[in-house]
């Protein structure tokens, strides 16, 4: 009676389908080494924007504080011994200087956003032009050996023998 031994059908699929999409001289360990870096990269660039998004957000609400302060001193009436139209011309300087420091303000977030978004640009750039460096370092021997064996199976003219009919 013949035995069957059982300890590896759970791995006769994998086994089948990894010869069958096998590639000549392609190292797995070093493809997985490769996405693992390529895992790395996206999750430092992801971390980058949220540490930087959480940075615009605290400064953009300190912004807003500091407009509706601004915004209430401005509706705030004190009295004074000015004259109406000196009281106008001292809101009208008031305005023009939280107006001012508005567009001040709207600038910063401008850059702490621009500057968020370029580092983590700059992490992924990183990652992509090494990757290629990579690629093309991983290529090259393979490369060398698909051309040698077509070199192989090229026929030469020097080894070509006429037959005369």
């Known amino acids: 009676m013949a035995t069957t031994n059982h300890t590896n059908d759970s791995q006769a699929p994998a086994n089948y389908f990894a010869k069958l999409f096998q590639v000549p001289g392609h190292d797995a360990h070093a493809f997985a080494e490769f996405q693992q870096r390529n895992l790395e990269a996206l999750n430092a660039a992801n971390q980058t924007l949220a540490q930087g998004l959480q940075t615009v957000v605290q400064r953009q609400g300190e912004i807003a ?6 915004f209430q001193d401005l509706l705030s009436i004190k009295p004074t011994n000015a004259s109406v139209k000196q009281t106008l011309v001292n809101r009208i300087d ?13 600038r910063e977030l401008n850059d702490l956003i621009a500057k968020v978004g370029s580092e983590a640009t700059d992490i992924l750039n990183r990652r992509v032009v090494a990757s290629l ?13 698909v051309k040698e064996t077509t070199e192989a199976a090229q026929p ?4 070509r023998v006429a037959i005369v009919a």
Do not use: W
């Not at 008031?94 to 709207?106: L, M, R």
């Not at 030469?156 to 080894?159: E, H, I, L, P, V």
């Open 65 to 70: 504080r500091q407009s509706v302060r601004q």
């Open 94 to 106: 008031e305005a023009k200087t939280a107006y001012e420091k508005n567009v001040v303000d709207a």
């Open 133 to 145: 460096d990579e690629i093309k370092a991983a290529a090259r021997p393979a490369a060398a050996a």
């Open 156 to 159: 030469r003219t020097a080894d």
